[in-house]
T-cell receptor, first 115, second 109 residues
């Protein structure tokens, strides 16, 4: 497909379980972002990948959250020992470039519910 | 990092023009102003971007005064399908795009 693809679209898990969320960016986009959005809130930045550079992890809320990007393409966001407050929509976006004209293309998101 | 302020919500009616103003008093010289639109259960999508004066595309117009401390997104003749959250971002080369709570626009029949 031509757009950013995220999976799963919905995930229900029990407190304490680990979850993995996947993002397949647009081919050729070097920048990849993860955000999360709680109900009725704005987007909260989590992590940013740019090419082969070290990721900007400044938005990760705790050490239970981690992400990797393999081969400069697909990214996986992992949440260990999930908590109820982790329930949110996790959005992935990719971009050709960072900054002024770097239009972000978002996926549909992965809705995580922690029971 | 330039902070943006925009109304939390707005109401309008079909066929009207809607103007959403965003304040960004400490915008930097190399910052651009970008607006995104988000429908329920979808990720945001880019609407328009500008640096100064006026930019127009098939969806909206963006007005930026000379001092660039604010910007106005103008949606002509809105329809029910324009009901969405609209985000104003100020972006520079070294910034992570920051989305606030946006403006929730509700268009009534």
């Amino acid at each position: 497909g031509a757009g950013v693809s995220q999976s799963p679209s919905n995930k229900v898990t029990e407190k304490g379980k680990d979850v993995e969320l996947r993002c397949d960016p647009i081919s050729g986009h070097t920048a990849l972002y993860w955000y999360r959005q709680s109900l009725g809130q704005g987007l909260e930045f989590l992590i940013y990948f740019q090419g082969n550079s070290a990721p900007d992890k400044s938005g990760l809320p705790s050490d239970r959250f981690s992400a990797e990007r393999t081969g400069g393409s697909v990214s996986t966001l992992t949440i260990q020992r999930t908590q109820q407050e982790d329930s949110a929509v996790y959005l992935c976006a990719s971009s050709l470039a960072r900054g002024n004209t770097g239009e972000l293309f978002f996926g549909e998101g992965s809705r995580l519910t922690v029971l | 990092l330039a902070k943006t302020t925009q109304p939390i919500s707005m109401d309008s009616y079909e066929g009207q023009e809607v103007n959403i103003t965003c304040s960004h008093n400490n915008i930097a010289t190399n910052d651009y102003i970008t607006w995104y639109q988000q429908f329920p259960s979808q990720g945001p999508r880019f609407i328009i971007q500008g640096y100064k004066t006026k930019v127009t595309n098939e969806v909206a117009s963006l007005f930026i005064p000379a001092d660039r401390k604010s910007s106005t997104l103008s949606l002509p003749r809105v329809s029910l399908s324009d009901t969405a959250v609209y985000y104003c971002l100020v972006e520079g080369g070294s910034y992570i795009p920051t989305f606030g709570r946006g403006t929730s626009l509700i268009v009534h029949p």
